[in-house]
């Protein structure tokens, strides 16, 4: 799977961008005008995006070289974002972001103990 290092890395920038705009948007929104539980709670959520976002893409050279810190990080980011978008689900469907890492972590697990 010579391609996992660039979906790992596409995987990653999606959930950067994905938190980087919606800290955006409640910034610009109401709830960005007071700083309170909520708004601390929305950034947040964004927090969690841009982070596992980034740890997946910290991955990418340790992928090409089938670094086993590389595979444990990228996993745990993936199941990380899929338990957050299960516990976001009954207020917002992320049905993309969900999939997503879905697939990724099936990869991560191929990728691994097919070498």
């Not at 340790?62 to 990380?80: D, K, M, P, Q, R």
């Amino acid at each position: 799977m010579s391609f996992l290092s660039w979906t790992v890395l596409l995987v990653g920038a999606w959930a950067v961008i994905n938190g980087l705009l919606h800290d955006i948007f409640v910034l610009r929104s109401e709830h960005g005008k007071v700083y309170d539980r909520n708004l601390l709670r929305l950034l947040m959520d964004g927090h969690i995006l841009i982070t596992c976002g980034v740890f997946q893409m910290l991955t990418y050279r340790g992928i090409n070289t089938h670094a086993l810190w590389a595979y444990c990080v990228a996993g745990i980011a993936s199941i990380s974002l899929i338990i957050y978008c299960a516990m976001i689900w009954p207020f917002l469907k992320s049905v993309v972001t969900t999939v997503i890492n879905i697939v990724l972590v099936v990869l991560v697990l191929v990728s691994y103990f097919g070498n």
